[in-house]
């Protein structure tokens, strides 16, 4: 296998093959994902409540990503690697966004992502195209403004909505972001847009129709238990394997069985 880039999408996406992107957080993971061949990985900050108990994902800091940026690049050596560029991290000027998705290259990281389409966030993803940083943009239901959104409201429900999605996506194309990611959308609004992009769109909670798709790792493989989400799948269940194995583990401990001659010396 060889290092994946941004070409790798945009050719999945002309030849009509979809993408698929998992969540990691630390180096075990990663390595997982890597020998499956995973398209790619986002370092989110989604970590927050997954991996550090939050309520939220305003509580992560920029420099706290870093440390787990620098876990999963030890661990994926093929995949594509992206930082989620966590709350005001960018949003103050042009120049903070630089410096601190340029400290998330310097981590190991290939690319950021970033949430919305204003001006700022417009120049920010040129700026950091321009300085040879790959930026993966984040459209419709955008967690880092889920206080002044309403909360988890599904996005593209009306005509003028989507448009107004659409747009957005297009500047962030032109801006130079090499796909989008589209969450928490009406299936038929994700489609429409995907269809009207060059670029690709990865979609969380939008529908089959995205030309690929990203979700939690700890969701769809059980370890996660707070909450599930409507659009997760659970593909295996490590919460109840873990459980299993930790109770054996301390039955035998407390029975004198554990550790036997095998694990003696």
């Known amino acids: 296998m060889t290092k994946k880039n941004i070409l790798h999408f945009q050719k999945l996406k002309d030849n009509g093959e979809k993408i698929a992107l998992l969540t990691a957080y630390d180096y075990s993971t990663a390595k997982v994902l890597d020998e499956a061949d995973i398209d790619g990985i986002l370092v989110g900050d989604s970590l927050a409540m997954v991996a550090l108990g939050y309520e939220n994902t305003y509580n992560i800091s920029i420099d706290e990503m870093l440390v787990f940026i620098k876990a999963v690049a030890r661990g994926a050596k093929n995949s594509f690697i992206i930082g989620d560029m966590p709350f005001m991290s960018y949003n103050l000027s042009v120049e ?30 040129k700026r950091c195209v321009e300085s040879g940083i790959p930026v993966l943009a984040h459209l419709g239901f955008t967690p880092q403004l889920m206080q002044t959104i309403g ?17 957005c996506a297009k500047k962030l194309e032109k801006a130079g972001a090499f796909a989008v990611v589209l969450e928490l959308m009406n299936s038929e609004s994700a489609k429409y847009i995907t269809e009207n992009l060059e670029i690709p769109t990865i979609g969380i909670g939008a529908g089959a129709d995205c030309d690929g798709q990203i979700v939690v790792t700890d969701d769809i493989l059980g370890k996660f238990t707070d909450f599930k989400p409507k659009f997760v799948k659970h593909f295996a269940n490590i919460h109840e394997v873990s459980l299993n194995g930790v109770k054996k583990y301390s039955e035998e401990v407390k029975k004198g069985l554990f550790p036997s001659e095998n694990e003696s010396f």
């Open 96 to 125: 903070q966004g630089l410096e601190n998705a340029s400290k998330m290259i310097q981590a190991g990281a290939n690319a950021v992502k970033l949430e919305g389409c204003n001006e700022h966030i417009l120049e920010l993803v």
């Open 151 to 167: 909360g988890h409201k599904v996005q593209g429900k009306t005509r003028e909505n989507t448009e107004k999605i659409l747009e």
